[in-house]
C-alpha cells in the first residue's frame, strides 16, 4: 500500500514558502529595515509593524526578511562550496587511490582535526569581516564532510560491474566519474546536502550571534538574537521573529531530507 | 520489582530531608563566622531585617576585565583607573567636588614663580605589606614617572626631598601641575606591582583571575577615614545580559555604567543613583585618512548627526551633550555654546560633501568596542544619520583588546565611537592628547593655532587667562569639526537596597571607600 510521503510534502510547502519570502524580502519589505523611529520603540506587534518593532524602533519584520536572505545566501554558498569542492576531492581520491588519496586525505584530515568553528572563527578574523568572507570560511570548513562521503562511495563504486564496463567500453575518466558513478550517489550527496544546509544556517546564525563577520546595523538573524536577549522579559517578540525564521528554515530542508530517505526505502 | 522501587524513593526522600536539615543548619551560623577578628571602624549593623546580608562585603560588577599590568603608572584603561582608585593614592587625591585633597602629603606651597612646590609629608602612612611610606618610595615613585615619561607634566623637573619636605621645581610655571601628583606612591623597588599591586589607598588587593573577578580588602592601617566595607568583590561581565541577570539573582550589588535597557529590568531591590559618566564619547576620527583629513568632510559629518535621536534611542532621551573634548563636570572650562555650532542639518551637510568633492560620500568604517553597548548602540545610530547625507558605514565590533592594539596604539582606523575621560582633574588632561604628534594624540589632529593655545594655557599667569586658552583649545576643536562630538553619557549606577554612601566624581572612578550598608 503506497501511503504518502507528509515529510517532503510538508518540507517542500515550507521550504518554498520561506523562499517565497526571502524573495520577496529581496524586493520589497514593508518598511525601511533600517530607518530608526524614537517613537515606536520596543513596540508591541501592531498593524504597522507585523513583528513589532526593536530598540531603535526598526520594523522588526522587515529586518527579519533582510537577514533570512542573507542567512539564506550565506547556507546556500556554503552548502555550494563545500559540496562542489568536496566531490571532486572525494571522487578524485575514492576513485584513484594510491598518493593522490593519500595527501588530499591527509590534508582533509589537518581540516576536520580542528573544530570547525573555531576554523571558521581564525578564517574570518584572518579574511577580515563581511558576509562574502564568512560564506568562504564556511565554505571551507564544510569541505571535509562532502569530499570524506562521496570518497566512501566513489571507492565502493570503482569496484563494481557498471563500472567496469564502462572502463572496458573506454569511457573517458571524467564521464565515468560525473556521468556514471555520480548519478548513482546522489541520493546520499543529496542527503548529505539538506543536512549540510541546516548546519550552515546554525552557523551562520551562532556566527553573528557572536557578531562575528556581521556588522551589528545590518540585517542578520544571529545579531538579532543575541540583540533581543536583553529584552526578553520586556519585549518577547523581538527575539520571536528571527527565532522562528531561523526555525522554518530549518524544519523545511530537514523535512526535505527525511522524505527523500523515506522514498528510497 | 515493586519492593526496591519504594526503597529507593524513600531513600531518595531521606536524602532530600538531609539535605534540607543541614540548609536549615547552617543558616543561623552564618554571620557569626566571620567575626572572629576584631574589625575596628566596621559599620554598626543593630538592623534586624531578614532580606538583608550580614556578611560586611559587596560584589561589584564590572564589564571589562583591567589592563594586563596592574602597574599604576603604565595603566591606560579607564576601567582599571576606575578600580585601582580605590588602591593607590598619590601626594594629594580628587575629591567628589573636583577639588584635590592632601593624601601621602599633608600640605603645600607654591612659590610666587609658580615653579616650585614644597610639600611636606604625612608622617605614618603606610603601605599595604605594611611597611611606612618614607621619602624613598615618594622619590622612587616621582623620578619612576619623570623618567618612564608617565607623567608628561614632571619632565625635566627636579624632585629633591629631605626629611619629610619634598620640593619639586618645574622647569617652568605651571599651577595646574598639582593635578598630576594624583599619580600613585608606590614602595621603592617592589617588582611586583603588575601582578600583586601596593600602594596606600583604603583598599588593598588580594588577588585577580584574569577575565573573572578582581578581589580588594579593607587596609586597617589606612591613615585616613577607613573603609566601611570589609571586602569588594569584583566581577567581570562582559555580556550586558549576564549581567542583568545576575543583578536580579542577587549575585551583584553594585554595578555602574548601566543601560537604560537594564536599568529598566531592575525591580526594587535596587536604588538607581543617576550620575555622568565624565566622558566625552564621540566619533573620533583618523586625520591622517581620506576624506577625513578635509575640514569640510569631517564638519559635513558633524552636521549629520542628530544628537536628540542618539539620546531618545539609547537612554529614553537623557544625555549631556559635547560640542568638544570638555563634559559638563568641568563646569570652569565647559563651554556649551559650542554645543549648537552643528545644528542637525542634512542639506547644508550633503552641500559640504560636495564641495569638498564627494557629492556621491564616500565609504566610512566605524569601529567600535563591542564590550561597551553605549558605544555600539551610538554608533549604529550615527551610522545611519551618516548614511542620510550619503556615507556609506560599516558598523565594524571589535573586542576589546584589538580596539585597544589596533585602532587606539595601532591607528589603524577610519572612525571609531569610544569615549575619553581625564586622567587628572585637569582640562589639560582632556586636551593636551590633541596637540600636534602628542604620544596619545591617537587621531592625528595637527593644528597650528591649538598648539599655540596650548603653550598660552601653560605659560598663562593666573586662572583667568588659563581657562580662556582652554576655552580657545575647545573652541578650535570644535570648529576644525575634530571629532563627531556626542555626549557624556548619562551613568545609572544601580546600588542594591540597603547599600548608601555613593559618591559621583568628576573623573572616571569608583570609590568604594564610603560605600556601606545602612
Same mark, same amino acid.
Given at each position: 500500500m503506497k501511503t504518502r510521503n507528509y515529510f517532503l510534502t510538508f518540507g517542500c510547502v515550507i521550504t518554498a514558502l520561506m523562499i517565497a519570502f526571502i524573495l520577496l524580502g529581496y524586493f520589497w519589505?514593508?518598511?525601511?529595515?533600517m530607518k530608526m523611529d524614537?517613537?515606536?520603540?520596543?513596540?508591541?506587534?501592531?498593524?504597522?509593524?507585523l513583528m513589532g518593532t526593536d530598540k531603535f524602533g526598526r520594523d522588526i519584520l522587515s529586518r527579519v526578511m533582510k537577514g533570512a536572505g542573507a542567512t539564506f545566501f550565506v547556507a546556500f554558498g556554503t552548502v555550494l562550496i563545500g559540496t562542489a569542492v568536496g566531490t571532486l576531492v572525494g571522487a578524485l581520491t575514492g576513485y584513484f587511490g594510491g598518493w593522490l588519496d593519500e595527501v588530499l586525505m591527509r590534508f582533509n584530515d589537518a581540516l576536520t582535526a580542528f573544530p570547525g568553528f573555531l576554523l571558521a572563527l581564525v578564517l574570518v578574523s584572518v579574511l577580515g569581516p563581511g558576509r562574502r568572507h564568512l560564506l568562504l570560511a564556511l565554505g571551507i570548513v564544510f569541505i571535509p564532510s562532502y569530499a570524506r562521503i562521496v570518497r566512501t562511495e566513489f571507492e565502493r563504486a570503482r569496484s563494481q560491474n557498471y563500472v567496469k564496463s564502462a572502463q572496458l567500453m573506454g569511457a573517458s575518466t571524467a564521464r565515468i566519474l560525473f556521468v556514471h558513478i555520480l548519478p548513482n550517489i546522489w541520493p546520499v550527496l543529496l542527503s548529505a546536502i539538506t543536512i549540510g544546509f541546516n548546519n550552515a544556517v546554525l552557523a551562520e546564525a551562532a556566527m553573528s550571534y557572536l557578531g562575528?563577520?556581521?556588522?551589528?546595523?545590518? @540585517?542578520?538573524l544571529g545579531y538579532m538574537l543575541s540583540d533581543s536577549q536583553a529584552y526578553? @522579559?520586556?519585549?518577547p517578540w523581538y527575539a520571536l521573529g528571527a527565532g522562528l525564521v531561523i526555525v522554518l528554515l530549518i524544519l523545511g530542508v530537514g523535512l526535505i531530507g527525511e522524505g527523500l530517505q523515506r522514498k528510497d526505502l | 520489582m515493586n519492593k526496591t522501587r519504594t526503597l529507593s524513593l524513600l531513600l531518595c526522600l531521606l536524602m532530600l530531608l538531609s539535605l534540607l536539615a543541614g540548609c536549615k543548619g547552617q543558616q543561623p551560623a552564618q554571620p557569626e563566622s566571620p567575626s572572629a577578628e576584631p574589625t575596628p571602624a566596621a559599620p554598626a549593623t543593630p538592623t534586624t531585617?531578614?532580606?538583608?546580608?550580614?556578611?560586611n562585603e559587596i560584589t561589584v560588577g564590572i564589564s571589562q576585565d583591567l589592563?594586563?599590568?596592574?602597574?599604576p603608572h603604565t595603566m591606560v584603561a579607564a576601567g582599571t583607573k576606575e578600580l585601582l582608585f580605590n588602591v593607590f593614592e598619590g601626594l594629594v587625591k580628587p575629591t567628589p567636588d573636583g577639588d584635590l585633597a592632601p593624601a601621602v602629603a599633608e600640605e603645600w606651597t607654591l612659590s610666587d614663580d609658580l615653579t616650585t612646590y614644597t610639600f611636606r609629608l604625612r608622617e605614618g602612612v603606610k603601605f599595604h605589606n605594611g611597611s611606612e611610606v618614607t621619602m624613598d618610595d615618594v622619590l622612587y615613585s616621582l623620578t619612576r614617572c619623570r623618567d618612564e615619561g608617565y607623567?608628561?607634566?614632571?619632565?625635566d623637573s627636579v624632585i629633591e626631598g629631605e626629611g619629610s619636605t619634598l620640593t619639586i621645581t618645574l622647569p617652568s610655571a605651571n599651577n595646574?601641575?598639582?593635578?598630576?601628583?594624583?599619580?600613585a606612591i608606590i614602595p621603592a623597588d617592589y617588582a611586583d606591582q603588575a601582578t600583586a599591586p601596593v600602594g596606600t589607598g583604603p583598599f588593598k588587593f588580594v588577588s585577580r583571575a584574569v577575565q573573572q573577578s578582581i578581589v580588594l580588602e579593607r587596609f586597617?592601617?589606612?591613615?585616613?577615614?577607613?573603609?566601611?566595607?570589609?571586602r569588594v568583590t569584583y566581577i567581570i561581565y562582559e555580556n550586558p545580559e549576564a549581567l542583568a541577570m545576575a543583578l536580579k539573582g542577587g549575585a551583584v550589588d553594585l554595578y555602574a555604567h548601566l543601560s537604560t535597557a537594564t536599568v529598566s529590568q531592575l525591580g526594587d531591590d535596587f536604588s538607581i543613583l543617576e550620575g555622568t559618566m565624565n566622558l566625552v564619547q564621540a566619533v573620533y576620527l583618523?586625520?591622517?585618512?581620506k576624506p577625513l583629513d578635509d575640514v569640510r568632510v569631517r564638519q559635513a559629518l558633524c552636521y549629520a548627526l542628530d544628537r536628540q535621536q542618539i539620546f531618545d534611542l539609547t537612554?529614553?532621551?537623557k544625555g549631556w551633550p559635547v560640542g568638544?573634548?570638555?563634559?559638563?563636570?568641568?563646569r570652569k572650562y565647559y563651554?556649551?555654546?559650542?554645543?549648537?555650532?552643528?545644528?542637525?542639518?542634512t542639506e547644508k551637510a550633503k552641500a559640504l560633501l560636495a564641495e569638498a568633492g564627494y557629492p556621491d560620500g564616500f565609504e566610512l568604517t566605524i569601529t567600535v568596542p563591542s564590550n561597551y553597548s553605549p558605544h555600539v548602540d551610538a554608533g549604529q545610530i550615527a551610522a545611519e544619520q551618516f548614511r542620510a547625507i550619503g556615507v556609506k558605514v560599516t558598523v565594524q565590533p571589535v573586542e576589546w583588546a584589538t580596539w585597544v592594539s589596533d585602532?587606539?596604539?595601532?591607528?589603524?582606523?577610519e572612525a571609531t565611537v569610544c569615549g575619553f575621560d581625564a586622567?587628572?582633574?585637569?582640562?589639560r588632561a582632556m586636551l593636551?592628547?590633541?596637540?600636534?604628534?602628542?604620544?596619545?594624540n591617537f587621531i592625528g589632529f595637527s593644528d597650528p593655532d591649538y598648539d599655540a593655545a596650548f603653550a598660552e594655557a601653560l605659560a598663562a599667569k593666573d586662572d583667568a587667562a588659563q581657562v580662556a586658552a582652554y576655552r580657545k583649545m575647545e573652541r578650535i576643536l570644535a570648529e576644525k569639526a575634530a571629532n563627531v562630538y556626542i555626549q557624556d553619557l548619562v551613568d545609572f549606577v544601580a546600588l542594591r537596597r540597603g547599600l548608601t554612601g555613593y559618591r559621583f566624581y568628576p573623573i572616571y572612578v569608583m570609590d568604594m571607600s564610603t560605600v556601606r550598608y545602612e
Open positions: 519589505t514593508p518598511c525601511d529595515p524614537g517613537s515606536v520603540r520596543e513596540s508591541a506587534p501592531t498593524l504597522a509593524h562575528i563577520g556581521v556588522s551589528p546595523d545590518e @540585517a542578520s526578553l @522579559a520586556t519585549t | 531585617d531578614p532580606g538583608r546580608r550580614e556578611t589592563d594586563s599590568s596592574l602597574d607623567v608628561a607634566a614632571l619632565k595646574e601641575f598639582l593635578a598630576n601628583l594624583t599619580c586597617d592601617d589606612y591613615w585616613g577615614d577607613k573603609a566601611y566595607l570589609d583618523n586625520h591622517t585618512v537612554a529614553d532621551g568638544s573634548s570638555m563634559y559638563p563636570a568641568f563651554d556649551e555654546s559650542l554645543n549648537d555650532l552643528y545644528p542637525c542639518d585602532v587606539y596604539q595601532g591607528r589603524n582606523f586622567s587628572t582633574m585637569t582640562a593636551e592628547r590633541f596637540t600636534t604628534g602628542h604620544s596619545k
